[in-house]
């Protein structure tokens, strides 16, 4: 991936609602979640290997920390890093193979995790997936009422919304797996569903990821925030080509 996207692009279209609830994700309160804080945050997380560095060199570390020695990470750097976490880095090399892998490695990761009863749930247990789709504005019969996580995700592939789903499951496994609780969970798709359809022992089961350390990049709480940022991106690309298609049907 050569090219580099500032995060504050990204979101500088997003409205209050999805910066209130990216925010929270980076411990940021909700009254401070503007484009810049964000980024902010997100450099702070993601720097935290040269952090620790420093601060073991004994020098003092503030925020006001060079840009030079802790920059900011460009949307494509958060995906290359993900990957390499998760191990997938030889399988991607375009943005949208590591929007698609990465949420996947994380959905597949959770469910290694889970016992036999806590993934049959996963596949055959019903939930209402109408709030996913409404957050998208995607009106479709086909994939709305009641479904399972594991037909939801089939049916989003098949409709062209495979991103999307894909992003917001791996999210309510990577926030509630760090004891993450989102406010508006009913408008980032199917972290509220999932966390009522496996239960507490499940995302307590997921914390024992193991692949995240202290001295590197804090992946603990960055990949919930870039699982929500590209979900987030897609639905806002969803409704574009919505607004599009409406404007050229007569």
């Known amino acids: ?44 997380m993601y720097n935290s290997r040269t952090r620790h560095r420093i601060k073991h060199s004994f020098k003092l570390v503030t925020r006001q920390s060079s840009s030079k020695d802790m920059p900011c990470p460009s949307y494509e750097a958060l995906l290359a890093g993900a990957a390499k976490k998760l191990g997938i880095q030889k399988h991607c090399t375009t943005i949208d193979e590591h929007e698609r892998y990465i949420p996947q490695a994380v959905i597949v990761a959770a469910l290694a995790k889970m016992n036999p009863a806590q993934r049959d749930r996963f596949f055959t247990q019903e939930f209402n997936a109408s709030p996913m789709w409404e957050a998208a504005d995607i009106k479709s019969r086909e994939i709305g009422g009641l ?9 989003a592939n098949a409709s062209g919304h495979a991103i ?3 992003a917001t499951t791996a999210l309510g496994f990577a926030t509630h797996a760090v004891g993450i609780t989102l406010p ?11 966390a009522q359809l496996i239960g507490p022992p499940g995302w307590l089961a997921l914390a024992t990821y193991g692949f995240f350390k202290v001295t590197d990049t804090d ?26 298609q409406a404007a050229i049907t007569p």
């Open 164 to 166: 999307y789903a894909g």
């Open 184 to 194: 508006y969970a009913a408008y980032t798709g199917l972290s509220a569903t999932i």
């Open 219 to 244: 992946w603990n709480k960055l990949m919930p925030v870039l699982l929500t940022i590209i979900a987030t991106k897609h639905r806002y690309e969803i409704l574009s080509r919505q607004r599009t």
């Open 147 to 155: 479904r399972t996580a594991a037909s939801v995700l089939a049916l």
């Open 1 to 44: 991936m050569t090219k580099q996207t500032e995060l504050t692009a990204i979101l500088a279209s997003w409205d209050e609602r999805d910066k209130t609830i990216l925010a929270i994700l980076c411990d940021l309160d909700e009254s401070t979640a503007s484009t810049d804080a964000i980024s902010e945050q997100i450099r702070w």
